[in-house]
């Protein structure tokens, strides 16, 4: 079982900047893909960035794409979402989220942590 435990989040106002962080339980953490997804109650679940377990990113979405940077430090079994330029609609509920497989990644993570709120007031 793999456990993925987020934070980072808070509160900032538009164009300031936000570093999430997901720290994960598994010995094998370095064998997982590993990202993020956000969910707030006026937008369905969305991913937001995904790195591979070698190190590759994966493709960001539009909305965050030359905003958000995502990495990985395996020694640390830790992820991180860089968040800059933060605008109103970028207000959410942040969800680490791993797979073996990057296409479930992006779709149907298997494995979550339980979320960070950020809210960015405008």
């Known amino acids: 079982q793999v456990q993925l435990l987020e934070s980072g989040g808070g509160v900032v106002h538009a164009g300031g900047s936000l570093r999430l962080s997901c720290v994960g339980s598994?010995?094998?953490?370095?064998?997982?893909?590993m990202g993020w997804f956000r969910q707030s109650p006026w937008m369905a679940r969305e991913f937001v960035a995904g790195?591979?377990?070698?190190?590759?990113?994966?493709p960001y979405s539009d909305p965050v794409k030359g905003r958000f940077t995502i990495s990985r430090d395996n020694a640390k079994n830790t992820i991180y979402l860089q968040m800059n330029r933060l605008q109103p609609g970028d207000t959410a509920v942040y969800y680490c989220v791993a797979d073996s497989s990057v296409s479930n990644l992006m779709k149907d993570p298997m494995y979550w942590g339980r979320g960070t709120q950020v809210t960015v007031s405008s």
């Open positions: 598994r010995h094998s953490f370095s064998r997982l893909n």
């Open positions: 790195i591979t377990w070698s190190g590759p990113p994966i």
